[in-house]
């Protein structure tokens, strides 16, 4: 991934690692030392590892502290203090799990996924639902935040919205940042993952937050993604 090109090497998590169709996996092993990959599908980084041919830590994770609480939620959403104590949790349970810091943490694909998971929960119509989505978004960019090393980096790649080719047609000459604002403005972007939303959610642990490109991504003949970059890095002792 050309995001993870410029700045320092060193040690690299990559969080939600899946099956690393996004990433260059080998690439990245020649210039990092370590690579750590986090997801709850430790099998698809598994055999991502092996396609690649390369040495990782694999970590089996819930980089969101909601997935063990949705079945109860789904009987008695979370109020405000819930809500309020999930990212601290989440940072706390991941932590204990994952003990080392990294200079380079990369996300991508999670928010997307972390916003389905709280769709399948609750209706669209239900008031909970954008609570738990934005609480899911928050306590990730924290736990992505707590795994840096004091000034390490981060990089979110966040896939807002996913519809077939043709609906993106039209806008073949439009830049997609301007893209994304205008879909943004009429409401069509996943709830929780919009750039506004996410830059204020990251900005909450993290500093020097700034966009770093957006861009649509053809993910299958059926599907085509639009998907935005932010950096940040973690605070040092000084500006922390
Ligand atoms: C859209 S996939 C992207 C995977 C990978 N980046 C790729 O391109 O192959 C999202 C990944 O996030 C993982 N994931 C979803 N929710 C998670 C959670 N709460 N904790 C950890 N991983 C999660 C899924 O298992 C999946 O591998």
Known sequence: MGLLEAGPAGTLAILGAGNCNDVDLAGLAARFDAIALLDIDTKACRAAARRAGVEVAIHDVD???VLGRLTRWRRQPPGPDELRALP??????????????FDVVLTSGVLSQLVWSAMETFAVTD???????L??????????????????????VADTLA?????FRPFAEVDP????VGLESRG????????????QALALSAVDVGLAGAWLWAVSPQRTHLVYALRARAPTAATG
Request: glycine share 10%; hydrophobic share 55%; charged share 15%.
């Open 88 to 101: 601290a949790a989440a940072v706390e349970a991941v932590r204990a799990a994952v003990p080392a810091r």
């Open 188 to 199: 069509l972007c996943l709830p929780g993952t919009e750039l506004g939303v996410v830059s």
């Open 63 to 65: 980089l969101s502290g």
């Open 135 to 156: 609480g899911s978004v928050v306590a990730h960019l924290q736990v992505a935040s707590s795994l840096l090393r004091p000034g390490g980096a981060l990089v979110v």
């Open 163 to 167: 519809r077939p080719p043709d609906f």
């Open 127 to 133: 008031p909970a639902l954008r609570g738990v989505a």
């Open 177 to 180: 940042l301007d893209l994304l």
